[in-house]
């Protein structure tokens, strides 16, 4: 193995935060990097594909969920945690995954540490703007967004989160190019 090849294959390992067994918000925080990382960022990332069921929504299903977007919606279950999140990549290249139910601790530390190795794996440099938090039925929903730049291209991330399952979809994470 080349000394490039060995760096690569460490930079790409930290990618994914390392796996909690059973934790959802390490499992989804992992399925969304590698599947929305590698479609809008084309970065290949490690994932334990056995680990999860993938679904395509049915299109009478999806019309009656979101009657206002396209076509295709994937279901996301880790098969261990049981922990379900809906994959969608946009028209427009950008890719979303909505997590139905995940402690919004254990998701913002799994999402954030993720950052760190795709940033790396992208060679790119991360810029954290403030957390945004507004009151939505008495409770604070947390929005934050991570700038990457790289030479040739600029992406965003962004976490959207909530204390409690409560609107069918509990946390929010995206992933499109830049500004």
């Not at 590698?38 to 395509?56: C, H, I, N, S, Y």
């Not at 998701?107 to 954290?128: D, K, Y």
Request: hydrophobic share 40%; proline share 6%; charged share 20%.
């Amino acid at each position: 193995m080349t000394i490039a090849a060995a760096t690569a294959a460490i930079i790409l390992a930290t990618v994914s935060p390392s796996p909690v067994k059973n934790d959802p918000a390490t499992q989804l925080s992992a399925a969304f990097f590698n599947l929305c990382g590698g479609t809008v960022a084309r970065v290949e990332t490690p994932l334990d594909v056995a680990a999860f069921k993938f679904t395509k929504l049915d299109p009478k299903v999806f019309k009656k969920v979101r009657p206002s977007e396209e076509e295709p919606y994937w279901d996301v279950e880790a098969v261990s945690s049981k922990a379900h999140g809906l994959v969608h990549i946009w028209s427009n290249g950008n890719c979303s995954l909505e997590i139905v139910k995940a402690d919004e601790h254990a998701t913002r530390l799994a999402f954030t540490s993720a950052i760190e190795g795709f940033a790396a794996a992208l060679g790119a440099n991360v810029r954290r703007s403030p957390d945004k938090v507004e009151q939505k039925d008495g409770k604070p929903m947390t929005s934050s967004e991570w700038v990457l730049t790289t030479d040739k291209r600029t992406l965003l991330l962004g976490l959207t989160t909530y204390p409690e399952a409560r609107y069918m979809t509990q946390h929010i994470m995206l992933l499109r190019n830049g500004r």
